[in-house]
């Protein structure tokens, strides 16, 4: 069945959570998609768990808007999410020693893919880096970057968030810095870019 992939709005918050909330998304679920959101420690009030404030600080980012990022559906059914958007909306990316910025140029970034185990390994990140790059177009962006994990092996599932540099290869990405062994900054240019080497 052929995936799919839409921004998350407010009529999709449902199924955003229902990944969050799958099996082997438990990382996920400790962050909503907020850590690189947000800057320092912030305040957690007496009584509160942090995961229940980062989801509530999400589902308020996609009732506000624009969408922070995009779901891959297959057969109506949502099986993955990508966070994306301009690099200004990832606070945590300005002093990170790994994915600071390179240089002045406005980019957007990629810094999370999260796939329930039931669907991995059947192209769904993929497809949301197919999404994403034509999204990212469409919203008038000129360059996408990613921060993906170059390693000899394989990592666990549960720790490839970032995806993985080979996929990003794949889809015509540029690596344009690496500033830790196994950490290169990809770009692409989407002024040029037709989504693939092959």
Known sequence: MAITVQPL?????ADFAAIFEARGCSIARGCWCMY???????????GRRPAELRKERMEERVRTGPPPGLLAYRDNQPVGWMSLGPREDFVKLRRSPVMKPVDETPVWSIVC???PSAFRHQGVARELLRGAIHYARGQGASWLEAYPVDKPERGHDDWMWLGAKSMFDKAGFDEVARRRPQRPVMRLDLRAATGGKG
């Open 9 to 13: 709005t407010p009529e999709r918050w």
């Open 113 to 115: 893919f999260v796939v």
């Open 36 to 46: 690189y959101r947000e800057t320092g420690r912030a305040e957690i009030p007496a």
